[in-house]
T-cell receptor, first 114, second 112 residues
Framework: DQQVKQNSPSLSVQEGRISILNCDYT??????FLWYKKYPAEGPTFLIS?????DKNEDGRFTVFLNKSAKHLSLHIVPSQPGDSAVYFC?????????????FGKGTLLTVNP | DTGVSQNPRHKITKRGQNVTFRCDPI?????LYWYRQTLGQGPEFLTY????????KSRLLSDRFSAERPKGSFSTLEIQRTEQGDSAMYLC??????????FGSGTRLTVV
C-alpha cells in the first residue's frame, strides 16, 4: 500500500517556465513533508519542507503548497533551469513519532529543456 | 564536516557471498537510518538507530540482513548469502533530534 504517491513518472518543461510536481498521501498521521532532488548515482538532496501547520513555504525559486483536506502537496519551481533536471521525490513523516522515518513516493523525473 | 560518507560506492558480488557496507554519519547527529532504493522506486526505510541502539527494523530487513552501530558513531550493514533481489542502492542518512535529514551518496550493490 503506497502511502505517498507521485502519479507522474516524468515531466518535461521549457527553461524559464514553471515546473509543478504533485504528490498525494493517504496516511493522516503524516504532518511533515519534504521534497528531495536526486541525480543518478548520488543520494537524495534536501530541497524544501513544510509542516502541516502551514499551507505554503517558499525558498528562492522553490515553493511547496500543502492542501491538508485533499492530502495533496505540490512543488513549484519558477523559473525552471536546465540544472533542475533530476528525479524529485516527495517524502512524508510523522514528526510526533519516535523515529522520524521518511516514507517516499516513487519520484518524478523532471527534464528542463533549454 | 564532509557530510554523510558511505563506502564502498559500488560493490559487485556473486550470489551467495556476504557483503558489508559502512556509513559514517555527520558527527553531531545521533540518529542514523538505512534505506534501500530499487529501480523505479523511492527509498524504502530499512532500520533506525538512536546512538548505538537499533530502535526499529522494517519487515524488508530479512534475517539475512544485520545492522550495527557500535559506540553510536559509524554504522555497518551486512547482507549474508546475497540474492539477486538484493541488488539496489543502499542509502544511509543521519539527523539530529530536531530533524535535518542528510543522505549519503549511497552504495550501489549488484549481485550477479
Amino acid at each position: 500500500d503506497q502511502q505517498v504517491k507521485q502519479n507522474s513518472p516524468s515531466l518535461s518543461v521549457q527553461e524559464g517556465r514553471i515546473s509543478i510536481l504533485n504528490c498525494d498521501y493517504t496516511n493522516s498521521m503524516f504532518d511533515y513533508f519534504l521534497w528531495y532532488k536526486k541525480y543518478p548515482a548520488e543520494g537524495p538532496t534536501f530541497l524544501i519542507s513544510i509542516s502541516s501547520i502551514k499551507d505554503k513555504n517558499e525558498d528562492g525559486r522553490f515553493t511547496v503548497f500543502l492542501n491538508k483536506s485533499a492530502k495533496h502537496l505540490s512543488l513549484h519551481i519558477v523559473p525552471s533551469q536546465p540544472g533542475d533536471s533530476a528525479v524529485y521525490f516527495c517524502a512524508a513523516a510523522n514528526s510526533g513519532g519516535s523515529n522520524y522515518k521518511l516514507t517516499f513516493g516513487k519520484g518524478t523525473l523532471l527534464t528542463v529543456n533549454p | 564536516d564532509t557530510g554523510v560518507s558511505q563506502n564502498p560506492r559500488h560493490k559487485i558480488t556473486k550470489r551467495g557471498q556476504n557483503v558489508t557496507f559502512r556509513c559514517d554519519p555527520i558527527s553531531e547527529h545521533n540518529r542514523l537510518y538505512w534505506y534501500r532504493q530499487t529501480l523505479g522506486q523511492g527509498p524504502e526505510f530499512l532500520t533506525y538507530f538512536q546512538n548505538e541502539a537499533q530502535l526499529e527494523k522494517s519487515r524488508l530487513l530479512s534475517d539475512r540482513f544485520s545492522a550495527e552501530r557500535p559506540k553510536g558513531s559509524f554504522s555497518t550493514l551486512e547482507i549474508q548469502r546475497t540474492e539477486q533481489g538484493d541488488s539496489a542502492m543502499y542509502l544511509c542518512a543521519s539527523s539530529s533530534i530536531r530533524g535535518g535529514y542528510t543522505f549519503g551518496s549511497g552504495t550501489r550493490l549488484t549481485v550477479v
